[in-house]
């Protein structure tokens, strides 16, 4: 589960021209930047481990309780993150920073990543509602979805 949760962490790039943001910002500000956009996939994960425990079975399957942790997932995905992302917060630039520089070199790429993970999580919140079985049919292209941005985007440690 925890792998599963981590997957989709970085997926949370969810802003086409994320790739775009220039940076002439400080040491302090990146590091700001850094903490703003690990606190968002925190938000992911907790949310994830909702929807992730109750497809398992280790969680009793909540219709409500699905319906809001996958609608905070396409809220999260839907938002303007671009000054989570400034150029220079790369791993080996800012403490704790996991994000490779690819991040700021394929924007068509993370684009496609942004839109791949917002239609996951509407798909999720369209089924997490409806019963445990949509909701377990849902969570293949949510972690599809995190894990292709974790395999192109994020260091693994």
Known sequence: MKKFCSALVLATLGVTGIAQAESHASAEDLTKAVKARQATMQLYAFNLGILGNMAK????????????????????????????????????????????????EDMEGIGKAAGDLTQAAMAMEAAAGTDLASLQGAMGGLGGACGACHKSYRASN
Do not use: C, F, H, T
């Open 57 to 104: 079975g280790s969680m009793d399957y909540n219709a409500d309780a699905a319906s809001a942790a996958a609608g905070n997932l396409v809220k999260l995905s839907s938002q303007n993150q671009m000054a989570y992302w400034p150029k220079g917060s790369e791993q080996g630039s800012v403490e704790g920073s996991r994000a490779l520089p690819a991040i700021w």
